[in-house]
């Protein structure tokens, strides 16, 4: 089995940051997760996923038409691009991914990856170099996916907010 972490370490009032990193089988680093806020009442598209721990698996599904995401990454990546990695049982979520972005605005309640984390003067957060964070996390988790390994997302944070 597979396991990572989102450990969210920055709550801005429109956005949260936090390390992505591989816990199992060794500790590894990837990049940096960038989600919505943090809200007491789900909204849709504007709210980060809840703290707890997720099964990843690969939606194939949606790959040759022009879905948000798989019908576009497929376009644009070919056939490196297997499916999107998704999250399981989210709790008031559906379609729940990991994919590239830069701006909270373009979370749509999911995890964007970036290489470098960044902050505004008015306190919230933004990722750089998306795509090659994206492909470092992508390259590691869906292989084992693909094989049938089980792999575990734990999203928690560093310290609890009110």
């Not at 007491?40 to 038409?65: A, F, N, Q, S």
């Not at 605005?105 to 008015?122: A, F, L, R, S």
């Not at 750089?128 to 996390?137: H, L, M, Q, T």
Request: proline share 5%.
């Amino acid at each position: 089995m597979r396991q990572y972490a989102v450990v969210r370490y920055g709550l801005g009032r429109n956005s949260t940051l936090g390390l992505f990193q591989r816990v199992e089988p060794d500790e590894a680093q990837l990049c940096f997760g960038l989600e919505d806020e943090r809200r007491h009442t789900k909204v849709y598209g504007e709210t980060c996923i809840p703290t707890g721990t997720y099964e990843l698996r690969l939606r194939t599904d949606g790959m040759d038409d022009e879905d948000m995401f798989n019908g576009r990454y497929r376009k644009r990546f070919g056939d490196r691009h297997k499916g999107m990695i998704w999250l399981q049982n989210v709790p008031n979520f559906e379609w729940v991914y990991i994919h590239i972005l830069n701006y909270e605005h373009q979370t749509k309640g999911c995890i964007g990856v970036g290489e470098v984390p960044g902050i505004y003067p008015d306190g919230e957060f933004f990722v750089g170099r998306s795509e090659p964070a994206y492909w470092k996390v992508y390259e590691d988790i869906v292989p084992a996916l693909i094989s049938g390994e089980r792999v575990l997302l734990h999203v928690t944070e560093i310290q609890p907010w009110a």
